[in-house]
């Protein structure tokens, strides 16, 4: 994730505001990214899976890594977030 994925993402345009393990589980892993729109997500989104580098290398490593389904949680910032 430090050395393909999240660079990728961060050169597609993509804010990552973290990523985390889980200390009691080193196969967990969660990351904050920001947008500033959902408009804008579904374009980052869109151009990191049609990059040549994603399909060939990423995208197989990942699915490689996975024991399961990937889950996304769509957060909303409240008024106090420093995210936004």
Do not use: C
Request: glycine fraction near 6%.
């Amino acid at each position: 994730m430090d050395e393909q994925v999240i660079p990728l993402h961060e050169a597609s345009g993509m804010i990552v505001a973290g990523a985390f393990t889980d200390a009691g589980d080193e196969d967990s892993f969660v990351w904050i990214r920001k947008f500033g729109s959902d408009e804008e997500r579904e374009e980052i989104v869109e151009r990191v899976h049609q990059n040549p580098l994603f399909e060939s290398t990423i995208k197989p490593r990942l699915e490689e890594l996975m024991a399961g389904e990937a889950v996304t949680l769509r957060l909303v910032p409240t008024a106090h977030s420093r995210l936004y």
